[in-house]
């Protein structure tokens, strides 16, 4: 293989490190700027604030990976989120079985679009338009628009497991939210590196034809794909409650396209068959902290421009590495 | 720390006169038609055996029989290592060793080499937990023996076809092949790609590993077959010993006809010149390339792949510009700055890749063949009267004998010769006087290749310049009325065809 010589060039070469590249510096920058920025207490924020964005954008990079996209999560996790809540509330169901029940049901509604997009043989971002229409309208419906403020104590209440005071007298905590996420991403990391499902879906994603000719079956596949996503719905739509104290049926409405675009940022393409869970971290990381930076700053009206630009210039930098890359790799082809 | 690899554990060796793989009276029917019919067929393991025939000769219904995709009709037998069977079903004949590498590979361009060769390892994990080391061992006692080097972390799309196909036959063998279907296999390699691939083949063979090519052409893997055997119309015609077979006979048992290769003997002399370059270079590319093609002259372009043949050809279409030189046009420079500029001149240039490059394989033909004259068609009130367009595409199928049922059928529908002939079609739809035709006959059957080639000659009848670019050498060597030779960027030499025999010629090329 060729040595690269070029420590820029290297360092586009994979999209994780031209994003921790891109942190480190957007980073730097913000410190200088706001000497809040790089405090204990502002990181712990920050990640306790994109918590529920991590977990659905860890479905969503296994939908990807798969080849396929699905934008009915947010969806999903609000019809789950305020059936759990009224089994919490008007029955008292105990924690377990709601939290199951919120999990249960977002792994049906996941499996749903599975099976339409299987049988119907229609691409999945049209069926999961469909559905994540189908799904807020029910959900609007039946409720009326009605919130649900009265959530027991056992879901609201902060859980805690480490505190501590820095130096400058703020506070820095761990919380349930943040071990939620990390147990998302680890669960989610080896299930994608390290079990036989995970390659079936790099596989897949990569080749379906191929896929199918050596015996992946593809029905089960897609229900685990998109039934994960469902699970990982119904357990974000529970954490999201849990930080905002309420269940609003339209909580997660408009938060699909950022989601996706995390996932897409962290080295996830809509083609399938390539991306990391370690690069969807960046991903959420570097959106985070430009929100984070930009707020502390008083500039956050730029956010918008901010993220969109973000996106457009790290997707055509990696794209044109990739480029180089396979050219310079196959000087034969042509 | 390197640990040598374990052996890879065969047992194959044993003596037996036995065939690993037999067939008896083997048929098979869809509905109506009759796709294979008595077939007895035997492969011994350890042998290279080559299956030819035309496209449409049964040659892939047998392959889907043979790896359990199809059963047979009742009355055949599939008697392998012994043992007797009326149908196999695909775990079944992926157990008793069949692996079939289709043309595409079926590889996963997204994983790396070594998940690629230790797939079924990957996907056949009992505790739905994956072991890497077990495959790296897997994999590596695979690659050992065939003494092929790949590097095992990079993506499988990285590779070249070549190292592809390398892949696909270690992955077979990871599972276990003990005869190996290749389909096609040298369709996308140059000759020295062909040389590896068939160093693979003989130790393949040491290893006593049968392997089977499927072809409906045959030039490079015949030097390493024992035996060839010919399908026609679904029939077995023959099974012989390669030693027995040349190109000329092999093309009469392939299409049941004779076909002459006949030296066009033209002089040109006087003939104006249409299009020349000067000096032409692009740096990495080629370079000093000075040639004159002249009116209805056939001038053929060979060489290796990576010579810079395509490189020059779409510098000669305005794709690219040359860097230093010039290009001559009617004998007056001419300066393309786009391949709009090219066209405008009355250049056209047909690629290789005709399926990705040449044609919207959705649209009907009509639409193709009109989509680069529109301009001519439109009416007074600026519109394009469909009833043009149809009339255009009948015009052209006719003169092109393009077999289809009417000139709206969508091009996907027509069988790979007759959808060189449409991109030819909308080619001269152009009326162009410079007919560039980068390898027309890659994919198309003998009896579709020599339509293809009359055509081409007609065209040179009526005055075209073609400039035709191909790696096969008798192609250019019975179609041209001048060969030239580019080696490494250069133009390396001149031929008249007749002058130097097709093989001095091949020499040349391949030296």
């Excluded at chain 1, 969503?60 to 809540?85: E, K, R």
């Excluded at chain 1, 119904?234 to 309420?246: K, W």
């Excluded at chain 2, 449409?56 to 007797?84: D, H, Q, Y």
Aim: with cysteine.
């Amino acid at each position: 293989m060729r040595r690269c010589t070029n420590p820029i060039a290297f360092l586009f070469r994979r999209t994780e490190t031209a994003l921790a590249a891109v942190i480190i510096v957007v980073s730097a920058v913000f410190s200088l700027a706001s000497p809040y920025f790089l405090t204990l207490s502002n990181a712990t924020d920050l990640i306790e604030a994109n918590s529920v964005t991590t977990i659905l954008a860890a479905g969503v990079f296994v939908v990807l990976v798969s080849g396929g996209i699905d934008i009915s999560f947010a969806a999903v996790a609000s019809v789950t989120q305020y059936v759990a809540a009224l089994m919490a509330t008007r029955y008292d169901w105990p924690v377990l079985p709601t939290v199951g029940l919120a999990c249960a049901l977002g792994v049906t509604l996941g499996i749903i679009n599975a099976l339409l997009t299987y049988y119907l043989r229609v691409v999945s971002i049209i069926v999961t338009i469909a559905t994540s229409s189908i799904y807020y309208a029910t959900l609007i419906y039946v409720t009326g628009g009605t919130e649900i403020y009265n959530l027991p104590d056992w879901w609201t209440n902060r859980i805690i497991f480490f505190q501590t005071k820095t130096a400058s007298g703020d506070v820095a905590r761990i919380t349930l939210p943040m071990l939620i996420m990390v147990a998302v991403v680890l669960m989610t990391h080896l299930l994608m590196t390290r079990t036989r499902a995970g390659r079936q879906i790099y596989a897949f994603g990569g080749n379906p034809e191929a896929a199918s000719r050596i015996g992946i079956k593809i029905l089960p596949l897609q229900m685990h794909v998109y039934g994960y996503l469902g699970f990982l719905a119904g357990l974000a739509g529970f954490v999201q409650a849990h930080r905002v104290h309420q269940a609003v049926p339209t909580a997660m409405f408009g938060t699909e396209l950022n989601v996706v675009a995390v996932a897409i940022l962290g080295g996830a393409s809509l083609v399938g068959g390539v991306g990391s869970m370690g690069g969807v971290i960046l991903g959420v990381l570097l959106l985070a902290i430009l929100q984070n930076g930009l707020n502390l700053l008083g500039v956050s009206y730029f956010f918008g421009v901010v993220v969109g630009l973000t996106i457009l210039i790290s997707i055509s930098v990696t794209g044109y590495a990739e480029q180089r890359i396979s050219l310079r790799r196959r000087p034969e082809t042509s | 720390m390197r640990r040598s690899p374990p052996v890879l554990k065969l047992n194959t060796l044993r003596p037996s006169s036995t065939p690993f793989l037999g067939l008896e009276n083997i048929g098979k029917r869809f509905g109506g038609t009759i796709a294979l019919e008595g077939i007895d067929w035997s492969v011994q393991a350890g042998e290279v055996h080559c299956l030819v025939g035309e496209n449409g000769s049964g040659k892939s219904t047998l392959i889907k029989i043979i790896a359990g995709v199809l059963a047979p009709e009742k009355g055949g037998r599939i008697i392998v290592e012994g043992l007797v069977h009326d149908h196999l079903d695909p775990p079944l004949a992926k157990k008793l060793g069949i692996q079939v590498i289709y043309q595409d590979l079926s590889l996963f361009p997204n994983l790396s080499v070594l998940e690629n060769i230790a797939i079924d390892h990957e996907l056949g994990a009992p505790t739905g937990l994956i072991d890497k080391k077990a495959m790296l061992v897997s994999a590596e006692t695979v690659l050992a023996s065939l003494d092929a080097h790949l590097p095992l972390g990079v993506r499988v799309g990285q590779l070249s076809v070549a190292q592809r196909q390398i892949v696909a036959i270690c992955r077979g063998l990871a599972s276990n092949a003990r005869l190996l279907f290749m389909d096609e296999p040298t369709s996308s390699l140059t000759r020295h790609e062909v040389e590896l691939l068939l160093a693979v083949v003989r130790r393949l063979k040491k290893l006593g590993v049968a392997v089977v090519f499927v072809s409906h052409r045959l030039e490079e893997v015949v030097e390493l077959a024992e035996r060839i055997t010919v399908l026609r119309d679904g029939r077995k015609v023959a099974t012989l010993p390669v030693s027995e077979v040349n190109d000329q006979r092999l093309a009469e048992l392939m299409t049941g006809s004779r076909f002459e290769n006949s030296v066009p003997a033209h002089h040109l002399k006087d003939r104006p010149p249409a299009l020349a370059a000067r000096r032409a270079t692009r740096s990495g590319e080629f370079i000093d390339v000075t040639f004159t093609l002249h009116a209805g002259e056939v001038l053929g372009l060979t060489g290796l792949l990576g010579a810079g043949r395509t490189e020059l050809a779409l510098a000669l279409f305005g794709m690219s510009m040359l860097e230093r030189g010039e290009l001559l046009f009617d004998g007056a420079p001419l300066r393309l700055r786009s391949n709009r500029d090219a066209i405008a001149a009355g250049i056209a240039y047909v690629p290789e890749d005709r399926l990705r490059l040449g044609l919207n394989l959705r649209q009907s033909i009509a639409d193709n063949v009109s989509i680069g004259v529109l301009d001519r068609l439109l009416d007074r009130t600026g519109l394009v009267p469909p009833g043009r367009r149809s009339g255009l595409a009948r015009e052209w199928v006719s003169r092109l004998g393009i077999i289809a049922a009417n000139v709206a059928a969508a091009v996907q529908t027509l069988s790979g010769g007759n959808q060189q002939r449409v991109v030819l079609a909308k080619w001269l739809a152009t009326k162009p006087k410079v007919l560039i035709l980068d390898s027309p006959t890659v994919g198309v059957d003998i009896r579709n290749k020599h339509g293809i080639y009359e055509v081409i000659r007609k065209l040179a009848k009526d005055g075209v310049a073609i400039l035709l670019i191909s790696d096969e050498i008798p192609e250019v060597f019975f179609n041209c009325d001048r060969v030239l030779h580019m080696r490494e960027g250069h133009l390396a030499g001149e031929f008249i065809p007749g002058e130097p025999s097709e093989e001095a010629l091949t020499e040349a090329v391949f030296a």
